[in-house]
């Protein structure tokens, strides 16, 4: 157990700079003072760990530092290829796929126990070709211009530094340094245009793991809508696979009454509502349901002359 804590610990070192001791204890699930024999063994064993006190202290290993390969077993490539496999479902990259094929070779025969297939949720409209211009422009270290449409429909011009390209609630999105605001922003692929590689060059090269901290650490700023609502026993899987929400009552003939809370102009949880159709019933807020009388009066509007024709046949 010590021995696998002691090779932990020279990796963890080796992935992240600076690390105090309190952070190590708590990822490693021991005392500070552990940790601290920890480091000490490491010395005695030939690894150069430099320690530095006050407020930025901690512990880091010197650059001169490597590990051999032997250090990872057959088990640590299996979860490699599978992480590779799951990349490729969801994205079409030749060096990853050499990759994937370098790590076939260390991991075995044995296939990996665990797949991450995302190909279901794979985005085409020219996903691939914009992925590849962004990877350029972090490559060469250069801007990104491109024109966005946000979800209330309206385009704007940016001018960005890619940071990091991101698979997220089964779609790509690019964080980006937008020097306008001085901050990071997230953008979803799909919504981008006409994207050019500039020949101006970045201020900086950025850090993929600190601009999605950053964005992720950020509060959620949308509206949100709390609703209530009725439902059929037949659609409850339905509704707590699609809308997550916390049933609040359960009657004895199985239909039910949820509570969610959700982004107000957020498309995918309205769709669904419309989509369960007379299987669910709003309960509240009254807003939302003059919405979806509204625009349920303005669907039918739309096919008045089919309708008109359904009921001729049915008389």
Not at 260 to 268: D, I, K, Q
Request: hydrophobic share 35%; proline share 2%.
């Amino acid at each position: 157990m010590k021995l696998d804590r002691l090779l932990g610990i020279t990796i963890y070192l080796l992935n992240h700079e600076k690390t105090s001791a309190s952070t190590l204890a708590k990822r490693f699930e021991v005392s500070v003072r552990t940790i601290q024999r920890d480091i000490e063994a490491l010395c005695m064993a030939g690894i150069p760990v430099a320690a530095s006190m006050g407020a930025d202290g901690g512990y880091e290993i010197l650059d001169t530092f490597c590990m051999e390969r032997q250090t990872a077993e057959q088990t640590d490539y299996q979860h490699i290829v599978a992480a590779l496999q799951g990349l490729l479902s969801a994205y079409e990259e030749e060096t990853a796929e050499d990759t994937l094929e370098k790590m076939k070779a260390l991991a075995g025969t044995s296939a990996p126990e665990v797949i991450l297939d995302f190909s279901v949720a794979r985005e085409e409209n020219g996903i691939s070709g914009k992925l590849a211009i962004i990877r350029e422009c972090m490559d060469q270290g250069k801007k990104l211009s491109f024109l966005y449409t946000n979800a209330e429909d309206r385009e704007k011009q940016f001018e960005v530094e890619p940071a990091a390209c991101i698979f997220q609630w089964y779609a790509w999105y690019l964080a980006a340094y937008y020097p306008e605001k001085e901050s990071y922003c997230l953008f979803k692929l799909v919504r981008m245009r006409t994207l050019c590689c500039m020949e101006e060059r970045m201020q900086r090269k950025h850090d993929a793991g600190e601009a999605a901290e950053i964005l992720r650490s950020r509060p959620d700023t949308r509206k949100q809508l709390d609703i209530r609502l009725e439902g059929r026993k037949k659609v409850k899987v339905k509704c707590m696979e699609y809308l997550k929400g916390e049933i609040e009552e359960e009657k004895e003939n199985g239909d039910f009454i949820m509570r969610l809370r959700v982004p107000e102009n957020e498309h995918f949880w309205y769709g669904t509502i419309l989509g369960l159709g007379n299987q669910i019933k709003v309960l509240e807020p009254e807003s939302l349901k003059e919405r979806i009388c509204r625009d349920c009066r303005d669907v039918l509007a739309c096919y008045a002359e089919k309708r008109h024709a359904l009921y001729k046949n049915r008389i």
